[in-house]
Structures are given as C-alpha cells and as structure tokens.
C-alpha cells in the first residue's frame, strides 16, 4: 500500500462517497469524510459538516483537515446532486443548484485544497464523474450536462497543476447500486401529469432504477479510487461499472451519433 495519506472524501454518508472513505480507512489511511448533516450518520472516519455549495464550509472544513493532520494527500470529489425531468420542464434555478454542486463545487474544492498540495509539492485530486459525462440521457440532461462539463474542467485542470507535482483524474462510474434511486431529485413541472412528458419520463427513470438497483457495487469504484490514490492506478480518465456499459462508451466515437441515439430511444422505449 505503501504510506499512510491524508485522505478528503465529501460525499462520504452514502453511496460511492463512503465506500471510497470506509475502503481507504480499512487500508490504514486517514481519512476525513465529509456530509451536510454529519451528525446523523455513524462513521469509522472521521466525518467533517460540508456543503459544497457554501465557500466558507469548504474553507473551513479544508482548515480543519490541515490544522488536524497537517497535510492533505489526496481529495476525492464525490459530492453531487442527480436531478431528474425533461430539459423543458426544469427550472433555471434548478439547472442552476445542479450545476452549483457538480461542477462549481468541485472547483470550490480543488481550489481550497490547492495551495496546500503546492505547497507540499504533490498531491492528486480525483473527481468522480459519470458515463453520464459521455451519453445525454433523456431526463437527465441538466445531470448530463454537469458530467460533461466536469470532464472538461478535469482535463484543464490536469494540465495546470502538473507542474507542481499534482495530478487530477476523473473516474467515470456507470450503473452503481447506491442509493441514488432514493435520493435522485425531480424537477417540479415533471413531476405530475400535466407535464408533456410524463408518461415517457416516468417510463425512463423506472428503467434508471431498476439498471441501477442491479448495478455494480459501490466498492467496486471504491478499490479504483483507493489505486489511483495509493498511485497503483495513474492516467487521467477512469471507466468503471458494468462491462457492457464501458464497452458502449469506449466504442462510441466510432458509431454515428443518429444511429447511437436511435439504439437509446429503442432502449428507453422513446
């Protein structure tokens, strides 16, 4: 495994976030997670109040790392938000929320982690993305857009930061069985039946769930994070989850985009 690291996860309550922390935690790490109601969960690290959204949390929760541990190694962006509706149907200060955690919030991050990595001559940031990033999935465009969006920012921030030692990577899960069936957001206006696309959105998001509940394991992306942490696993981009899924990605630049569109409304039933 080799040394120990100062490990910052937020996220860390649930799903991919606290798999990652309780896996890193379990290979002698220290780790710090992070959640907007800390007091409500039970942890075997150590797990800090965070609202990405919010700059003085993530300053404060960033000092708190650093006064307590006095360095940090690595950061996980895991936060996020999956907003559910027809592109029509959401809010602008919907798109907005989604974007303000799922992008801004990682650059919140990474910009307050920054200048200590510098500091210190090294470090890695891993931001987690989605096979979202490379496919617009009806009803959850805003989400989409969000993955897309955090693909760019990673890659531009790689490039920035490499000459002060720091590495950014980005892992892209596909269908994971978290609880982001519970947790996923609906736009308002898709929510009921007077929406135009009721019927097709609630078709598609019961096909989601039930690809979701029969995902991969949380811990599966867990043990990748852990590698690219421990340095076992380098390279800016990582797809993880079902192989079907990652085949489709991978092979996707080579097939048209009306063909690969009409082969996901057969899919989706559109």
């Given amino acids: 495994m080799g040394a120990q690291k100062v490990v910052l996860v937020t996220g860390a309550s649930s799903g991919i976030g606290r798999a990652t922390a309780a896996y890193l935690h379990e290979r002698g790490h220290r780790v710090f997670g992070t959640s907007r109601n800390p007091d409500r969960h039970a942890a075997p690290f150590q797990l800090l109040a965070l609202d990405v959204t919010d700059d003085a949390a993530v300053a ?20 996020g938000v999956v907003l559910a509706g027809a592109v029509e149907d959401t809010s602008p200060a919907e798109a907005l929320a989604v974007l303000n955690t799922n992008v801004v919030g ?25 096979t979202a990033g490379s496919v617009g999935m009806p ?23 490499a000459p002060f030692g720091v590495s950014v990577a980005l892992v892209a899960p596909g269908d994971t069985a978290t609880a982001v069936v519970e947790n996923r957001i609906r736009a308002r206006a898709s929510a009921g039946p007077a929406s135009a696309y009721h019927p097709a959105c609630a078709a598609t ?11 991969a394991p949380a811990g599966s ?23 079907a899924q990652r085949i489709l990605i991978g092979t996707r630049p080579f097939i048209p985009t009306a063909l690969f569109q009409w082969g996901l409304a057969r899919y989706y039933g559109l």
Avoid: W
């Avoid at 998001?205 to 995902?215: T, V």
């Avoid at 043990?223 to 380098?234: C, D, F, K, L, Q």
């Fill in 60 to 79: 404060a929760a960033v000092a708190a790392v650093l006064a307590e541990a006095g360095r940090i190694d690595a950061l996980v962006n895991n936060a």
């Fill in 139 to 161: 009803f959850q465009g805003l989400y989409c857009a969000s993955k897309y969006a955090l693909e760019g920012l990673t890659e531009a921030l790689r490039l920035e930061v």
């Fill in 221 to 243: 992306v867990a043990a990748r994070i852990a590698a690219i942490v421990e340095g076992r696993s380098r390279g800016p981009r990582h797809a993880v989850g079902p192989l």
């Fill in 106 to 130: 990682v650059q919140r991050m990474a910009r307050s982690v920054l200048p200590a990595m510098r500091g210190q001559g090294g470090g890695v940031i891993i931001n987690v993305g989605s």
């Fill in 205 to 215: 998001l019961a096909r989601y769930e039930a690809d979701e509940r029969a995902g």
